[in-house]
């Protein structure tokens, strides 16, 4: 059952240095509990994309729907998470978390109580009290991703969440939200220039073309759940990995060769 449907949508951007198509025509289905991961060249509309299904940015043609509604600007349905720290940093991680629900005008207990909850799922429990700055890169990532789940999103967008972590943390990054989307079923985009994390976390990967982005391959991840980290040695693994990189680093040559 698809709940999202990006049909024939484009995005032209019109500077004092010309016009950039960064969408062609791009269409993709998500289906309830999709793990989609989101790979291309840098500069192939990725981004763009994600931004149009969270209603931050509008298709110059085309639609989406969500729940067979047009998506006409962000809603509480889709819970956002993006590569640099997006906390409030005058607020503690119990009130970053707390923020949408308080928006919502949830009673202070109850938000609490969501609250505490989903930063225990994220690994924080007893650091409630602490501002971001008092925190790691990696601790900083996982309250934004509890503040996301804490509005019970319809739809989780991630673009690039783990790009700026260190590799350690990253992988444990990674376990840490295919254990909640194991546990939760979310249906996920995630934007990653990262093959190994593509396959590791996706149900499905979707490979973009160069500028003027559009639907390259759209993949099927066999691997079973629950994964785990030892997976990525697997012969199964190693291989879809190999199509993966071609696939990519055709449309990386492709950008390159735009910009030469
Ligand atoms: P990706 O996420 O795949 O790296 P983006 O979606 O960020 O790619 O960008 C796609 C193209 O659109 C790039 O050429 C980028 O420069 C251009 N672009 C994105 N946002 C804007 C904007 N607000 N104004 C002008 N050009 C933009």
Redesign the pocket.
Known sequence: MSILQVRGVSRR?S?THGE?L?LQATDLDVAENDFITLL??????????LRIVAGLDHPSSGEVLLDGRCVEGPGADRGMVFQSYTLFPWLTVLDNVCFGLRERGMPRAQQVEIAQDFIAKVGLKGFERHYPKQLSGGMQQRTALARALANQPRMLLMDEPFGALDHQTRELMQELLLGIWEQQRKTVIF?THDIDEAVFLGSRVVV?SA?P?RIKLDRKVELPHPRHYGMKTTPAFAELKAELTEQVRAEVLAAQRQVA
Not at 43 to 49: E, I, M, P, V, Y
């Open positions: 951007f500077s950039t960064a291309g060249p840098s500069g192939c509309g990725k981004s763009t994309l934007v973009m500028r982005g």
